[in-house]
């Protein structure tokens, strides 16, 4: 028997990826294309982590597939319910290649009319915002395409969210879905993981399984101009800028990355995005940091930068973390900020905030990962560069 360690994940392979692992069980090249659509339902739209439970499967094939696969899911470290409801898991992944476990956060946010579900991308960060917490810790590892699908998977497992399980809550919202909204915001740069986020945001699109749609779905950047075009192009889904600045100067200092691709270069990217249009508009992040980026002149020149644009502005309050050198605004200076974007036609709300307490707000997502060497991080900043 194959030990736990050496099976192969089905989770995160996409439909040809799970069609063609089936060859590892003995699965004739006639079936594969059916089996893979059987499994592929029991995974993702009835959320079974047990091979034994695939009854339109012969049994013996069943014990096959659980001899060579596994359904694992991260394991949950931590759950945390703040005040408000938020959520925030700390979930544990399975060995890497070096025997380390890591760890990454996921939140989700109940709304009245929909519940979001902030997923990462990496293990740490490799970008080092000033503003942000997790920028605090340094990029350890790009997680893969299961590790992605997994946060989502587990959350749904937490929010009894299933088809089985929903038909029996009382309490379930009346179109089924506690989680009606992903976005990429939590730990790391989705688009330095480009080809794992790929992977699983198509899994978690197919209307066969988990079924958001890639408006419900937003992908947000601290800048990698390259890789935006692309990112429209092959995965489709909304688009978040953290802007957080009017002028290279400010920005330069808040997000690092705007040495390398300045807010002009990143804007026109913006302008160029595949399917933009006013049904379809980029989101921009904009942190608000008391006397750094929070003046009427940042307002008015922000609403200069997004001319031709269609763009909506998240003013988001700066949410504090233990050892943070800024302060958020003061409200009134929100507001009055958000009334010249408003008036200038962009959509501006301010963000409340959210799992404060539990720190699970914007900005506040941090996991406890050890320490690269300086060789295996010189490594991951060659492939991230």
């Known amino acids: 028997m194959i030990s736990a360690e050496a099976k192969v994940s089905l989770v995160g392979l996409t439909r040809s990826g799970l069609k063609d692992a089936l060859v590892l069980a003995g699965v004739p090249e006639k079936q594969r294309r059916m089996r893979a659509s059987q499994i592929w339902a029991w995974i993702y739209f009835r959320g079974t982590t047990d091979f034994g439970d695939m009854t339109n499967i012969a049994k013996d094939l069943r014990q096959r597939l659980a001899e060579v696969f596994t359904l694992e899911r991260p394991e949950i470290v931590t759950e945390q319910i703040s005040n408000d409801g938020t959520r925030k898991w700390l979930l544990r992944l399975s060995a890497d290649e070096h025997n380390r476990r890591h760890d990454v956060e996921v939140v989700y946010i109940p709304e009245a009319e929909r519940g979001t579900l902030c997923i ?10 000033t503003f942000c917490h997790t920028g605090t810790q340094t990029l350890v590892r790009n997680l893969t395409a299961q590790e992605i699908v997994g946060q989502i998977l587990v959350a749904r497992d937490q929010l009894e969210e299933w088809p089985h399980q929903i038909a029996q809550n009382p309490k379930a919202p009346a179109n089924g879905r506690f989680i009606t909204n992903v976005v990429l915001m939590g730990m790391g740069e989705p688009l ?8 699983a945001m198509q899994i978690v699109m197919d209307a066969e399984g988990i079924a958001l749609s890639r408006r419900r779905i937003t992908l947000s950047t601290s800048g990698v101009v390259p890789e935006i075009e692309r990112a429209g192009d092959e995965i489709g889904t909304m688009l978040a800028i953290s802007l ?3 002028t290279d100067e400010v920005r330069d200092v808040l997000v690092p990355l705007n040495k390398k691709y300045p807010i002009a270069e990143l ?3 913006c302008r160029n995005y595949p399917g933009l249009s006013n049904a379809r508009r980029v989101t921009f992040e904009y942190v608000m940091l008391k006397g750094i980026n929070d003046t009427p002149e940042d307002a008015k020149r922000l609403v200069k930068l997004l001319k031709n644009i269609p763009a909506k502005v998240n003013l988001i309050p700066f949410n504090p973390w233990p050892g943070s050198d800024y302060e958020c605004s003061d409200w009134e200076t929100i507001e009055v900020f958000g009334e010249i974007v408003n008036k200038a036609g962009y959509a501006s709300p301010i963000r409340t905030p959210r799992g ?9 997502l941090k996991s406890a990962s050890e320490r690269l060497t300086g060789k295996e991080r010189r490594a991951l900043e060659i492939t991230t560069s």
Not at 192 to 199: E, S
């Open 120 to 129: 990462s991308s990496q293990v740490g960060c490799t970008l080092s915002c």
């Open 244 to 246: 957080h600045a009017t």
């Open 356 to 364: 404060r307490d539990i720190l699970a707000a914007c900005g506040q």
């Open 192 to 199: 330095y993981n480009f080809d794992n986020v790929k992977d």
């Open 267 to 269: 804007l026109e990217a």
